[in-house]
T-cell receptor, first 119, second 111 residues
């Protein structure tokens, strides 16, 4: 199946710094990628839809200036957590849609996630 | 407002028996439903899916049932194995491929 690579898998940073997370579709092009966040023992919450060549669409309650999304190419979307604070500590996961596989049962392919810990 | 709900946070079953995980949704625009298995600090693993035009889909030990009128779906695992122990998320998708997850059900299969 299609592969989505997410990097880094784990990051620790100081409060006030910015952290960038990359999501790459390795063997396919993805005009649309999605970013999710999961707090411990909670659900995966959709944060935003990343569209190649255009602005991201954010879900209600997600601060677009806090979570900057850039989808500059068909294989890469980045999520930057700006001025991170301890409450931003969470597990961030991206997913991508493979346009070639229009009939696949899986529909979306997920990265392995990034555990962010803000001290 | 939760569009996708999994009302049972946990489920414990004996090895070899059937596990039934339930999921309800509210948005009638959802037309595709998926089940995932997930471990902590890992991405979700796709298990099985079903289109809204069907009411049942089977893949090995996993079967998903969809009751569109009740906006309810369920995942049956039979026979359950200890390796099935994990958190299971149901997800609902509309035509934009936006996937909304339920809150998850932690399944424990006892040997």
């Amino acid at each position: 199946g299609a592969v989505v690579s997410q990097h880094p898998s784990w990051v620790i940073c100081k409060s006030g710094t910015s952290v960038k997370i990359e999501c790459r579709s390795l063997d396919f092009q993805a005009t649309t990628m999605f970013w999710y966040r999961q707090f411990p023992k909670q659900s995966l919450m959709l944060m935003a839809t990343s569209n190649e060549g255009s602005k991201a669409t954010y879900e209600q309650g997600v601060e677009k200036d806090k979570f900057l999304i850039n989808h500059a190419s068909l294989t890469l979307s980045t999520l930057t957590v700006t001025s991170a604070h301890p409450e931003d500590s969470s597990f961030y996961i991206c997913s991508a849609r493979d346009l070639r596989l229009v009939t696949t049962n899986e529909k979306l392919f997920f990265g392995s996630g990034t555990q962010l810990s803000v001290l | 407002d939760q569009q996708v709900k999994q009302n049972s946070p946990s489920l414990s079953v004996q090895e070899g028996r059937i596990s039934i995980l339930n999921c309800d949704y509210t948005n009638s625009m959802f037309d595709y439903f998926l089940w995932y298995k997930k471990y902590p600090a890992e991405g979700p693993t796709f298990l099985i899916s079903i289109s809204s035009i069907k009411d049942k889909n089977e893949d090995g030990r996993f079967t998903v049932f969809l009751n569109k009128s009740a906006k309810h779906l369920s995942l049956h695992i039979v026979p359950s194995q200890p390796g099935d122990s994990a958190v299971y998320f149901c997800g609902a998708m509309d035509s934009s491929y936006k996937l909304i997850f339920g809150s998850g059900t932690r399944l424990l299969v006892r040997p």
